[in-house]
């Protein structure tokens, strides 16, 4: 059961460099989505995907961009990382979109930006 | 005013004891509400639903909605030691046209033995 997958784990990047954060589901959800986890503030969404082929910015989207490669992944990329956007970050899917469908989260991607 | 808003904690509470975690939110439209349990170092994981006014227990948890005072709680009788995390409640809220999942900042629950 792999349910929501994201690559990598793990990230150091300097200031200015470019990354893409990978995300897979296996549950044939429909929806998907990014969020960043700093200390003290909660999750907060970056952008979502009610279906494929939509996408839609979120709290927080400045910085980033995603692409909905197709109904099983969703991408999100930092084109010039800055030392702001060290956080941990969040890929999650739901059946349909909001509101009333639960999410369910992959293991989070800990990215550091120095 | 942030959207949700929890009280940060630490809650602490003996073992055995009812966890009572709050939880406000501003948009009166909402009609989605979640708990979710984050571990350290670990990503959330879905506790309890609720859409409807009242009660809804699980086992040993009890969310409660009240929405015309814009408010949602999770208690967790019997507490144990393994239940120390952090809760984080969920409510969709109505923004930019559309609705969105936003979590409150969460409250960290601390069960002493």
């Known amino acids: 059961n792999a349910g929501v997958t994201q690559t990598p784990k793990f990230q150091v990047l300097k200031t200015g460099q470019s990354m893409t954060l990978q995300c897979a589901q296996d549950m044939n959800h429909n929806s998907m989505y990014w969020y960043r986890q700093d200390p003290g503030m909660g999750l907060r969404l970056i952008y979502y995907s009610a279906s494929e082929g939509t996408t839609d910015k979120g709290e927080v989207p400045n910085g980033y961009n995603v692409s909905r490669l197709n109904k099983r992944e969703f991408s999100l990329r930092l084109e010039s990382a800055a030392p702001s956007q060290t956080s941990v970050y969040f890929c999650?899917?739901?059946?349909?979109?909001?509101?009333?469908?639960?999410?369910?989260f992959g293991e989070g991607s800990w990215l550091t930006v120095v | 005013q942030k959207e949700v808003e929890q009280n940060s904690g630490p809650l602490s509470v003996p073992e055995g004891a009812i966890a009572s975690l709050n939880c406000t939110y501003s948009d009166r439209g909402s009609q989605s509400f979640f708990w979710y349990r984050q571990y350290s170092g670990k990503s959330p994981e879905l506790i309890m639903s609720i859409y409807s006014n009242g009660d809804k227990e699980d086992g040993r948890f009890t969310a409660q909605l009240n929405k015309a005072s814009q408010y949602v709680s999770l208690l967790i009788r019997d507490s144990q030691p393994s239940d120390s995390a952090t809760y984080l409640c969920a409510v969709n809220i109505w923004m930019d046209s559309s609705y969105k999942l936003i979590f409150g900042s969460g409250t960290r629950l601390l069960v002493r033995p």
């Open positions: 999650a899917s739901s059946p349909m979109g909001q509101p009333g469908n639960t999410i369910y």
